[in-house]
């Protein structure tokens, strides 16, 4: 089993900026690839950006590329996501998740999800 708790979520501002914290406890980390994925009120769960196990691939919706980040510390048990540029439509609960190895855009794909944290963008 692996438990994930987000944190870093908040109000921003358009334009404004806020980094993501997913911990994680329990399987080996590092053996673990990471997402992130969105639900904004009335839609479904959208993919953002994951992460493989040992650091290097990485992949972004394309909404999101060159404004979002991931990135993960082994050592630490922890993935981040930087937001910078924030959007009023980037507004949604922001979920992590692993999954062994690869990552994928996915949601079905993942086995373990966080609780999710809330991301308002005011325009």
């Known amino acids: 089993q692996v438990q994930l708790v987000e944190s870093g979520g908040g109000l921003v501002q358009a334009g404004g900026s806020l980094r993501l914290s997913c911990a994680a406890s329990g399987r080996t980390f590092s053996s673990y690839a990471m997402g992130w994925f969105r639900q904004a009120p009335g839609k479904e769960r959208e993919f953002v950006a994951s992460?493989?196990?040992?650091?290097?691939?990485?992949y972004y919706l394309d909404s999101v590329q060159g404004r979002f980040t991931i990135s993960r510390d082994n050592a630490k048990n922890t993935v981040y996501l930087q937001m910078n540029s924030l959007k009023p439509e980037d507004t949604a609960v922001y979920y992590c998740a692993a999954r062994l190895y690869h990552p994928t855009t996915r949601a079905s794909d993942y086995n373990y999800w966080g609780q999710g944290t809330q991301v308002t963008v005011s325009s």
């Open positions: 992460m493989s196990w040992a650091v290097g691939t990485t």
